[in-house]
């Protein structure tokens, strides 16, 4: 509970630092440059080391490595969006996906914690994916911001989106018990953030809607495999894998995103 309260604090002075980057004029398009690029290449391939070591760590059931790893490779992206949000043309969408990717940091470490308290797993999954879903709401809002898109605009791809998840979880046997009432609705939360993705990308096209596009359907992707390995018939190495290849992967677009809308 301590690192969760610390996290908390960072996250409080984050977002004053990044009021005041809102309250900047930023007329002009920024660009990061060379030193800025370095390091934010740097904390893309941390990420990914640092997400494979964590995966290294679970195999080998080492679950309080794993806690600090996936904490680490957390930070990574969470800074690496700090980092692109410094002089953001877009001030106002850089402090919301900020914040999502700082929450999106706090729901891996309250996702890990389950397996360091087994007794109280569905009450760390629970956390975790509401720690996850306001991260995703701001995403949303964020989009919708940008784009100047409307909520219905979504809905056709999301309509598309969804009926794919739940046919992916009936062949895969996903029984979440009492939680699946939450479950279906976190999953729908997420293919609306992905739907609303897309639809930014065609109304406000630029390289950075593009990635937040493709982040939103590799997050998709993940947290479908996410329900079917915790509560699917089936539980493999490879669905782990896929899971936290496709999160981080889904998270580092969003964090560059923002220096390129």
Not at 92 to 100: F, M, N, Q
Not at 134 to 150: E, N, Q, T
Not at 157 to 169: E, K, N
Request: glycine residues 8%; hydrophobic residues 55%.
């Amino acid at each position: 509970m301590f690192t969760i309260c610390s996290y908390a604090v960072i996250l409080g002075i984050e977002v004053k630092k990044l009021t005041r980057f809102a309250a900047r004029d930023t007329e002009e398009n920024w660009m990061p440059d060379t030193v800025t690029v370095i390091c934010a290449l740097a904390l893309t391939a941390g990420c990914a080391l640092l997400g494979r070591s964590f995966l290294m760590a679970c195999e080998q059931k080492n679950y309080d490595r794993a806690f600090w790893l996936k904490g680490a490779a957390g930070l990574c992206f969470a800074a690496l969006g700090l980092m692109m949000a410094r002089g953001a043309v877009q001030p106002d969408y850089a402090r919301r996906v900020c914040i999502g990717l700082f929450l999106g940091l706090t729901g891996d470490e309250l996702l890990a914690m389950r397996f360091l308290r087994p007794a109280r797993h569905d009450e760390f999954f629970s956390a975790g994916a509401t720690a996850f879903a306001a991260g995703h709401i701001l995403y949303i809002w964020a989009l919708l911001s940008l784009s100047g898109a409307r909520l219905v605009s979504a809905l056709p791809v999301f309509i598309i989106g969804y009926s794919a998840a739940l046919v992916y979880g009936y062949f895969r046997k996903v029984d979440a018990g009492r939680l699946t009432p939450c479950a279906m609705a976190y999953i729908a939360l997420v293919v609306f953030m992905g739907a609303t993705a897309g639809v930014a990308a065609v109304r406000t096209f630029s390289v950075g809607t593009l990635m937040f596009a493709a982040a939103g359907v590799c997050f998709s992707v993940s947290d479908c495999i996410l329900c079917a390995y915790c509560y699917g018939s089936r539980k493999t190495t490879g669905m782990n894998v896929a899971v936290h290849a496709t999160y981080y992967g889904a998270q580092l677009l969003i964090a560059w995103s923002i220096a390129l809308v």
